[in-house]
């Protein structure tokens, strides 16, 4: 299968900081990605989906504000998580789609800790 | 926003053992797909069923799927303790949404 990368793989920020995460498809165009986020044994829950050169859409109770969404082209799309505090700590993971009903390919994740 | 919900929440079973998990959904789908997720790590794609088959096999796995209830099972026969991880059901609306939703998760134990 296609391969989508995530950098980095863990990080860990000082409460009040900005932190962005990177999500490529290494060898596809990706016209469309989607960001989750997960808890502790909790499940995945989609933050937002982002379309190439257009604005992201957020789920509901997902603060767009905080969480930056960019997919500036195909193979790139990035989330920050703007001025983080301890409960932003979640592994993020990012997937990506080439077309519409096509696979969707996932990312490893990445672990954020907020101190 | 969740689509459903996976039943065990919690599996333990001896090794060699079947293990069969359950996911029901809410709204109607163009495929559901089964991952597999090992402690702190990136999901693994185990197999995808799409609305209009009843049931797929892979290997040890076989997945059904039933639209009329909304509900797909996910069973993993002659277990071994590689197979310890979580499992998760999701599901593609296919229309104007278009995105993979996942349930809730099952967690599977092993025993040796």
């Known amino acids: 299968g296609a391969v989508v990368s995530q950098h980095p793989s863990w990080v860990i920020c000082k409460s009040g900081t900005s932190v962005k995460i990177e999500c490529r498809s290494l060898?596809?165009?990706?016209?469309?990605m989607f960001w989750y986020r997960q808890f502790p044994k909790q499940s995945l829950m989609l933050m937002a989906t982002s379309n190439e050169g257009s604005k992201a859409t957020y789920e509901q109770g997902v603060e767009k504000d905080k969480f930056l969404i960019n997919h500036a082209s195909l193979t790139l799309s990035t989330l920050t998580v703007t001025s983080a505090h301890p409960e932003d700590s979640s592994f993020y993971i990012c997937?990506?789609?080439?077309?519409?009903?096509?696979?969707?390919?996932f990312g490893p994740g990445t672990r954020l800790t907020v101190l | 926003s969740q689509q459903g919900e996976e039943d065990p929440q919690a599996l333990s079973i001896q090794e060699g053992e079947n293990a069969t998990m359950n996911c029901s959904y809410k709204t109607s789908i163009n495929n559901l797909q089964w991952y597999r997720q090992n402690s702190g790590r990136g999901l693994v794609h185990l197999i995808l069923?799409?609305?209009?088959?009843r049931e797929k096999h892979s290997g040890r796995l076989r997945v059904t799927l039933d639209t009329s209830k909304k509900s797909s099972s996910l069973l993993i026969t002659a277990s071994r303790a590689a197979d310890t991880a979580s499992y998760f059901c999701a599901t593609d609306g296919g229309s104007s949404a278009s995105k993979i939703i996942f349930g809730s998760g099952t967690r599977l134990s092993i025993r040796p």
């Open positions: 060898d596809f165009q990706a016209t469309t």
């Open positions: 997937s990506a789609r080439a077309d519409r009903g096509r696979e969707q390919f």
């Open positions: 069923i799409r609305s209009n088959e």
